[in-house]
């Protein structure tokens, strides 16, 4: 059975950063696309980075330049380095697993239970 578990979430200040990380088990990590999907409180989740098991990866414009999607596939660990952050960026924060590659939720076929970054002075 496949299972995710996100952690990393927390407060932190605009500007701060935060590495969340997803654990991978009960399926082939290496094979599959990943990526990390966030929903604030009354708005749809979005897709924020994703990464094909070959290592390209795709962004959002709204994080382009300030988050950073990458694996590990000896430790089946999926990571998202955020820096800059905003206030904007407070969201639960979910990892996902899939065949596609890309930021809409269709493509994913595991999903993790999200952890919580919250971004405030």
């Known amino acids: 059975e496949a299972h995710l578990v996100e952690s990393g979430g927390g407060l932190v200040q605009p500007g701060g950063s935060l590495r969340l990380s997803c654990a991978a088990s009960?399926?082939?990590?290496?094979?599959?696309?990943m990526a990390w999907f966030r929903q604030a409180p009354g708005k749809a989740r979005e897709g924020v980075a994703s990464i094909y098991s070959d290592g390209i990866t795709i962004y959002a414009d709204s994080v382009k330049g300030r988050f950073t999607i990458s694996k590990d596939n000896a430790k089946n660990t999926l990571y998202l380095q955020m820096n800059s952050l905003k206030p904007e960026d407070t969201a639960m924060y979910f990892c996902?697993?899939?065949?596609?590659?890309?930021?809409?939720?269709?493509?994913?076929?595991?999903w993790g239970q999200g952890t919580q970054v919250t971004v405030s002075s």
């Open positions: 009960g399926f082939t990590f290496r094979s599959y696309s």
């Open positions: 996902a697993a899939g065949h596609v590659a890309v930021l809409f939720s269709w493509g994913y076929d595991y």
